[in-house]
């Protein structure tokens, strides 16, 4: 694999190959405590996704008060774009064959549902003065874990776990003293990339 001329040891490299995920329905939950910065970072997953091929209409985005309704919020989510997926092929198979049998299974206007090929958990926590914090995070990481590997969908893992304001805002590329990088832009590869793969790797 060739290595970035301007890498550091730290960061993402580059992938060796472009991901076509033009047909790929997406899901991204967000979490709304700390809005300003999980704002830019939903932007920057959803504008990354789009420069890829997603199409907009094909991205589902919901929202939970808090990371911590994440897992829960995905688990669900996922759970019924499959059942959803499954009964909307048959019912449609069912329909047309009825009315016609050399009809197309699934016609053009064919609702825009189907199973996530990724997901996106985008959450933001500041450290405070409790044990909130490490009992949160802990749960989401865990949780946000078993979703993926229970549902075989990839949860790309979205939560920034800070110790201070300034360092969230910065990895969402809005800080006030540098502006830093947008970690949501690589969330958004990370999803098309994980959607694309999984697909091969059935
Ligand atoms: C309660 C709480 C606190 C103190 N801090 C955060 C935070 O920094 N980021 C976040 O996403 N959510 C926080 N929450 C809310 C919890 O995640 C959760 O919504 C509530 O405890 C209700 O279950």
């Known amino acids: 694999?060739?290595?970035?001329?301007?890498?550091?040891?730290?960061?993402?490299?580059?992938?060796?190959?472009?991901?076509?995920?033009?047909?790929?329905?997406?899901?991204?939950?967000?979490?709304?405590?700390?809005?300003?910065?999980?704002q830019p970072l939903v932007e920057g997953a959803i504008e990354t996704m789009i420069k890829s091929g997603v199409k907009r209409e094909n991205i589902v985005v919901e929202?939970?008060?808090?990371?911590?309704?994440?897992?829960?919020?995905?688990?669900?989510?996922?759970?019924?774009?499959?059942?959803?997926?499954?009964?909307?092929?048959?019912?449609?198979?069912?329909?047309?064959?009825?009315?016609?049998?050399?009809?197309?299974?699934?016609?053009?206007s064919a609702p825009l549902t189907g199973p996530f090929a990724a997901a996106i958990a985008v959450g933001v926590l500041i450290k405070g003065s409790t044990q909130h914090f490490e009992y949160i995070s802990?749960?989401?990481?865990?949780?946000?874990?078993?979703?993926?590997?229970?549902?075989?969908?990839?949860?790309?893992?979205?939560?920034?776990?800070?110790?201070?304001?300034?360092?969230a805002l910065q990895r969402a590329g809005v800080g006030k003293e540098t502006k830093g990088h947008n970690h949501g832009e690589d969330w958004g590869n990370a999803a098309v990339e994980l959607g694309v793969k999984t697909k091969r790797w059935a």
Not at 7 to 27: M, Y
Not at 96 to 104: H, I, R
């Open 63 to 108: 929202t939970v008060p808090g990371s911590y309704e994440l897992p829960m919020a995905c688990s669900r989510l996922i759970a019924a774009s499959q059942i959803q997926a499954s009964a909307t092929a048959t019912d449609l198979m069912g329909a047309s064959s009825l009315l016609d049998p050399a009809a197309p299974a699934a016609p053009s």
């Open 138 to 167: 802990e749960a989401v990481s865990h949780g946000l874990m078993r979703v993926q590997l229970d549902t075989g969908v990839p949860v790309i893992y979205g939560v920034l776990n800070c110790n201070t304001d300034e360092q």
């Open 1 to 38: 694999m060739s290595q970035h001329p301007d890498s550091t040891v730290k960061g993402l490299a580059p992938p060796a190959e472009r991901f076509d995920a033009s047909g790929e329905r997406f899901l991204i939950v967000h979490a709304r405590w700390n809005e300003s910065v999980i």
